[in-house]
């Protein structure tokens, strides 16, 4: 193997590496944003005040992990160089704060 042909595999195995991370960080907010959804539909239909209560801070805290895992799937994509990041935020919205 050439030197050029070695630089070659180890460049293919980089932009491998960096779409397998991107992937990931992609999977990891699908996950985030479909646990904060149940959470929500649970909230929606709980009536008892100290369940809502319950299920509210669990909403919050699982809104919270939604909105790093976004964070890092913006920064990886940044990391690839991809700037601009409207169809993350139409496929990825944030979920809404909840009272």
């Known amino acids: 193997m050439t030197r050029r042909e070695g630089f070659e595999r180890l460049e293919k195995e980089i932009l491998g590496e960096k779409a397998a991370a991107l992937?990931?960080?992609?999977?990891?907010?699908?996950?985030?944003?479909?646990?904060?959804?149940?959470?929500?539909?649970?909230?929606?239909?709980?009536?008892?005040?100290?369940?809502?209560?319950?299920?509210?801070?669990?909403?919050?805290?699982?809104?919270?992990?939604?909105?790093?895992?976004?964070?890092?799937?913006?920064?990886?994509r940044e990391a690839i160089g991809l700037r601009h990041h409207r169809t993350v935020d139409q496929k990825f919205p944030e979920p809404p704060r909840r009272a």
């Open 23 to 76: 992937g990931r960080a992609g999977e990891k907010l699908e996950d985030a944003l479909a646990i904060t959804a149940e959470l929500g539909h649970a909230l929606d239909r709980e009536t008892d005040p100290a369940r809502r209560t319950t299920l509210l801070a669990e909403y919050e805290a699982a809104r919270r992990r939604a909105a790093s895992a976004r964070l890092m799937l913006l920064i990886q």
